[in-house]
């Protein structure tokens, strides 16, 4: 098969890494890729969210099977795009359709679901500029902190959570009125504060079955401690100790099943990766988001987890056999640190040297914001490299992981120190 990836990130590269040992992969086209695929696919300069320069490529170079990493395009109708479209209506396409992805494109289509299908989540109203009053009273009647959340794709950034009432009505009238979130927050949520431990639950489905992948926890926030800003993650631990058989059931029974019925029952076309993020409050599992792609760093431990063939569960997707494989996982552990440039996630340079790479031993390293530049690999993002290794436990992954890190380089590298010490 001729595969085209979408995406740029270490998710993207996680997947390249994977796909191309599959014997089913002849060769693979990554758009536009980072410094990592370049080295084992074929990057093309084009954007995922560019899709007539997509069919451009794809008809090009036969492409024949499309595997979609980020959510823009997704959300933007990729599946759709090329569903309609005789020329490429026969090209699997790993994602869900627009429909589907409204699932993480709008809080409100995701709340509405939930509640429809009677899945365990945060009791919540949405309002509009309309109705700012009206959700000015509706936080005071909750208890403090306040969560309120953009409708829509906010880059990561649409969440508040807030401690102060009046604090929290002047936010919500910043994001309704101020469009503090651009178009993003015409709408937004206002939903249960939930005390409890956050995990993710990754499933893929052909819209019929589906397979629950390896646990993973990220690590969100910027400083060790999980202190300063929210960052796109700073690293991930797989399997997540503390999940047990008795909750994985619960998540099954309570929350995948359910949600893969409700894409039956609602005529949702979804052949794709299910993210569900979750909290734990004493033992009773509740969704506080979906997402319609896989996390990322939180790819980097799961998909190194998977002995089974990724093209070959991508192929059972497409044609709706999931039923027809059985998943096999790797029982170690694995953990991954993510590089990042100084000054992340506000402010930071770009096209920084990295040093060592050919030092590490015992660890995958998987680009992110990378690019190469004559025959150096240069930094060109935030997240840049994400240091991935194995051990028979978490403690043994991790130790590899910072005796690797040791042996790199660039200007301002910054990483946390302390990924899963909170497991221990
Ligand atoms: P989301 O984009 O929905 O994942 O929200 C971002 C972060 O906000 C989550 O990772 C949680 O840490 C937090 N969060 C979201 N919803 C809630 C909630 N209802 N209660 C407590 N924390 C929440
Ligand atoms: N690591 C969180 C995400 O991918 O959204």
């Given at each position: 098969?001729t595969i085209?990836?979408?995406?740029s990130g270490?998710?993207?590269?996680a997947f390249a890494?994977?796909m191309?040992?599959s014997?089913l992969?002849d060769?693979?086209?990554?758009?536009?890729?980072?410094?990592?695929?370049?080295?084992?696919?074929?990057n093309?300069?084009?954007?995922?969210?560019d899709?007539?320069?997509i069919?451009t490529?794809?008809l090009q170079?036969n492409?024949?099977?499309v595997?979609?990493?980020?959510?823009?395009?997704?959300?933007?109708?990729?599946?759709?795009?090329f569903?309609?479209d005789?020329k490429?209506s026969?090209?699997?396409v790993?994602?869900?359709s627009?429909?589907?992805?409204?699932?993480?494109?709008s809080?409100?289509?995701?709340?509405?679901?939930?509640?429809k299908?009677n899945?365990?989540?945060?009791?919540?109203?949405?309002?509009?500029?309309?109705?700012v009053?009206?959700?000015?009273?509706f936080?005071?009647?909750l208890?403090a902190p306040y969560v309120?959340k953009?409708d829509?794709l906010?880059?990561?950034k649409?969440?508040?959570?807030?401690h102060?009432l009046a604090?929290?009505?002047?936010?919500?009238?910043n994001?309704?009125?101020g469009?503090?979130?651009?178009?993003?927050s015409?709408?937004v949520?206002?939903?249960e504060?939930?005390?409890?431990?956050e995990?993710?639950?990754?499933?893929?489905?052909d819209?019929?079955?589906?397979?629950i992948?390896?646990?993973?926890?990220?690590?969100?926030r910027?400083?060790?401690g999980?202190?300063?800003?929210?960052t796109?993650?700073?690293?991930?631990?797989?399997?997540?100790p503390?999940?047990?058989a008795?909750l994985m059931e619960?998540i099954?029974?309570?929350?995948?099943k359910?949600?893969i019925?409700?894409?039956?029952?609602?005529?949702?076309?979804y052949?794709?990766?299910?993210?569900?993020?979750?909290?734990?409050?004493?033992n009773?599992p509740?969704?506080i988001?979906?997402?319609?792609?896989?996390?990322?760093?939180?790819?980097e431990?799961?998909v190194?987890?998977?002995?089974?063939d990724l093209?070959e569960l991508?192929l059972?997707?497409?044609?709706?056999?999931?039923?027809?494989i059985?998943?096999e996982?790797d029982?170690r552990?694995?953990t991954?640190?993510m590089?990042?440039?100084?000054?992340?996630?506000?402010d930071?340079?770009?096209?920084?040297?990295?040093t060592g790479l050919?030092?590490?031993?015992d660890?995958?390293?998987?680009h992110a914001?990378?690019?190469l530049?004559?025959?150096?690999?240069l930094?060109n993002?935030?997240r840049?490299?994400?240091?991935?290794?194995?051990?028979n436990?978490?403690?043994e992954?991790?130790?590899k992981?910072?005796?690797?890190i040791?042996?790199?380089h660039?200007?301002k590298?910054?990483f946390?120190?302390?990924?899963?010490?909170?497991?221990?």
């Amino acid at each position: 098969m001729t595969i085209l990836l979408l995406g740029s990130g270490g998710r993207e590269h996680a997947f390249a890494w994977k796909m191309i040992q599959s014997p089913l992969c002849d060769q693979l086209f990554v758009a536009p890729g980072n410094a990592g695929t370049a080295a084992i696919a074929t990057n093309v300069n084009i954007s995922p969210t560019d899709f007539d320069a997509i069919k451009t490529l794809v008809l090009q170079e036969n492409i024949t099977m499309v595997v979609v990493g980020p959510e823009d395009p997704l959300v933007k109708g990729i599946f759709d795009f090329f569903k309609n479209d005789d020329k490429l209506s026969h090209i699997p396409v790993i994602g869900p359709s627009k429909t589907g992805a409204q699932l993480e494109g709008s809080k409100e289509f995701a709340k509405e679901f939930l509640v429809k299908h009677n899945i365990p989540t945060a009791a919540y109203d949405s309002f509009t500029a309309e109705t700012v009053e009206q959700g000015c009273d509706f936080l005071a009647t909750l208890k403090a902190p306040y969560v309120l959340k953009a409708d829509g794709l906010a880059a990561g950034k649409g969440v508040l959570i807030i401690h102060d009432l009046a604090e929290a009505k002047e936010e919500l009238r910043n994001m309704l009125v101020g469009q503090k979130f651009g178009a993003a927050s015409t709408k937004v949520v206002i939903e249960e504060f939930l005390d409890g431990i956050e995990l993710s639950c990754f499933v893929l489905t052909d819209g019929k079955t589906y397979k629950i992948l390896p646990t993973a926890k990220d690590y969100k926030r910027i400083g060790e401690g999980d202190t300063g800003l929210n960052t796109g993650g700073m690293g991930a631990v797989s399997p997540v100790p503390y999940v047990d058989a008795v909750l994985m059931e619960k998540i099954e029974s309570r929350i995948v099943k359910p949600t893969i019925e409700g894409f039956q029952k609602d005529g949702i076309e979804y052949k794709g990766f299910v993210f569900i993020g979750l909290i734990n409050v004493n033992n009773e599992p509740i969704v506080i988001e979906y997402n319609v792609r896989m996390g990322d760093p939180e790819t980097e431990v799961v998909v190194p987890r998977l002995k089974t063939d990724l093209v070959e569960l991508f192929l059972a997707v497409a044609n709706e056999k999931l039923d027809e494989i059985t998943l096999e996982i790797d029982e170690r552990s694995a953990t991954t640190v993510m590089l990042v440039s100084g000054g992340y996630p506000e402010d930071y340079e770009k096209g920084k040297v990295i040093t060592g790479l050919e030092n590490v031993t015992d660890s995958i390293v998987f680009h992110a914001g990378t690019k190469l530049e004559n025959n150096e690999v240069l930094t060109n993002g935030g997240r840049v490299l994400a240091i991935t290794s194995y051990g028979n436990d978490f403690q043994e992954a991790i130790k590899k992981s910072y005796q690797n890190i040791d042996k790199l380089h660039f200007d301002k590298m910054n990483f946390r120190k302390d990924i899963g010490n909170d497991l221990l």
